[in-house]
């Protein structure tokens, strides 16, 4: 009975850790970025761009551009992909997308840089780059027919309908409450005021919550304070105010859309405020970050209004979908990771991917998977198993593939695009991460570049054979088929 409860209390202790410090300033606004994709945002606009028919010169870059501002994990990438992806966007260019977001965007690679050195985020930013156009290219020849059946009805408009204005401007705004809530940039970061208040039951409650939910950094286990005990709180009741607020809305606005909109509103706000417990009781800051979060939900409000009710409504409902679609399956697979980290001992990867091997850049990628950590968790717990002897190159391959794949990351992504495609882009995505990890590793260990480039070039030569192997069996097989 005792290792049963220290199997659940990992599993609920990576479950509130996610839900406290990553789910609100990160997640939910991605939901109303991706219902904000698929409600206003004409379906033939995202064809022209990143359909299928869509230039490969203009579809893959601005795929990889799009993924460079987003401070996303595996897991909050996937809102904003099903979004582009429901709306037409040919599945190459949005698996680049989804690969690109939480590899390599702008705060992870700033990040790396720091703790890494910058010639590890430069390798990380040119192989996330190389290897997720790659990925991307890949997935459109395997599923071509597939693709090209599913924009078939869009792809005779896509010449004719843009973006509004009014849609772009919204949407814009909602992107920049998404990165304003996630990046630490010193203006963000900032503190503009601060109080002490005296509570002499806060200390006590967070030695409690400590005790429950221990932080443990090599596990990825962040605990629990106060603030997010109250964020875990107001979230359950914008859940219970959202069944029938957003999810009734496209009936008419009603009461309790209202009421879920403003807690929803409240509970960004205060996930923004800064709150730590004390000796003598509360610290309460307001940083550049509180400011940035309030300033742009007061502005959503009169770029709504301009919307006609129905859009808005539209809006509110897909936000739902998705909402319903992915966050049940990312609450079960945050949990199953956490009861899965009570089996696997870090100390056991780092024994195997001491030295720059096969088998020490596969560990690192299997690592990456099963100890799932928030986004840019993984870049300290990198710094730290370099320290303990994990070699560069497998390091580099738990660092590609840890941001990229996830237990439940897997699951939302097949809900998506279906099972076959989803373990296909597993598959690629652990070859590609264990690829860069062996080249990366050959420089460090001084090996000359041209037989690095002449290893990597004989990787790409084998699977673009095995590519058109399967393209051609593709081409045999009912149009449809996931």
């Known amino acids: 009975m005792d290792f049963l409860g220290v199997i659940l209390q990992s599993g609920l202790a990576s479950l509130v850790s996610y839900l406290a410090a990553h789910v609100l300033l990160c997640l939910v606004p991605a939901f109303f970025v991706a219902g904000a994709l698929s409600a206003l945002v004409p379906q033939a606009s995202v064809v022209r761009f990143l359909g299928p028919g869509a230039s490969k010169w203009v579809a893959y870059p601005a795929a990889a551009g799009a993924g460079s501002l987003l401070a996303v994990c595996s897991c909050t990438v996937q809102p904003l992909f099903a979004g582009i992806y429901k709306q037409g966007a040919g599945l190459g260019p949005a698996m680049t997308f989804m690969f690109f977001a939480p590899a390599a965007n702008i705060l992870a690679l700033s990040y790396t840089g720091v703790a890494l050195g910058g010639e590890f985020a430069f390798a990380r930013l040119v192989l996330s780059l190389v290897f997720g156009v790659g990925i991307g290219m890949i997935m459109a020849v395997l599923f071509h027919r597939d693709d090209m059946a599913r924009t078939a009805q869009t792809a005779a408009f896509q010449d004719s309908v843009g973006i509004s204005r009014q849609t772009l401007v919204f949407l814009l705004a909602l992107i920049a409450l998404l990165i304003g809530g996630t990046l630490k940039l010193s203006p963000l970061t900032a503190q503009l005021w601060s109080v002490d208040l005296a509570w002499p039951w806060a200390p006590q409650a967070q030695a409690t919550l400590d005790r429950w939910l221990p932080v443990d950094e090599l596990r990825g286990e962040e605990g629990l304070s106060l603030q997010g005990s109250v ?32 807690l929803i509103a409240l509970t960004l706000v205060f996930a923004a405020v800064g709150i730590r417990a004390t000796p003598e009781g509360v610290h309460v800051a307001l940083t550049g970050r509180t400011l940035a979060v309030a300033a742009l939900l007061a502005t959503l409000v009169p770029l709504a209004r301009r919307f006609d009710a129905w859009d808005m409504q539209q809006w509110l409902w897909e936000t739902w979908r998705f909402v319903k679609q992915i966050f049940p399956l990312l609450v079960a697979g945050v949990f199953v990771v956490g009861i899965i980290r009570v089996f696997i001992q870090p100390a056991w990867v780092q024994a195997v991917a001491g030295h720059n ?34 070699h560069p190159g497998p390091l580099l391959a738990y ?84």
């Open 357 to 390: 091997t096969l088998l020490g850049n596969m560990a690192g990628v299997v690592f990456g998977v099963f100890m799932y950590f928030p986004t840019l968790v993984e870049v300290p717990v990198a710094k730290m198993l370099l320290s303990l002897g994990m």
């Open 231 to 262: 964020l875990i709180g107001l979230l359950g009741l914008m859940a219970m105010t959202s069944i029938r607020g957003l999810g009734k809305v496209d009936e008419g606005f009603n009461k309790l859309t209202w009421a879920s909109l403003g």
């Open 399 to 482: 660092i590609m593939a840890d941001p990229e794949l996830s237990l439940q990351s897997m699951l939302i992504t097949a809900s998506i695009i279906g099972r076959r495609k989803t373990a296909t882009y597993v598959a690629l995505v652990a070859v590609f991460a264990t690829a860069a990890g062996l080249a990366y590793g050959a420089w460090s260990d001084g090996r000359p570049v041209w037989q690095i480039v002449l290893s990597v070039a004989a990787l790409g030569l084998a699977l673009l054979a095995s590519v058109h192997m399967l393209a051609r069996r593709q081409l045999q097989e009912p149009v449809g088929t996931a």
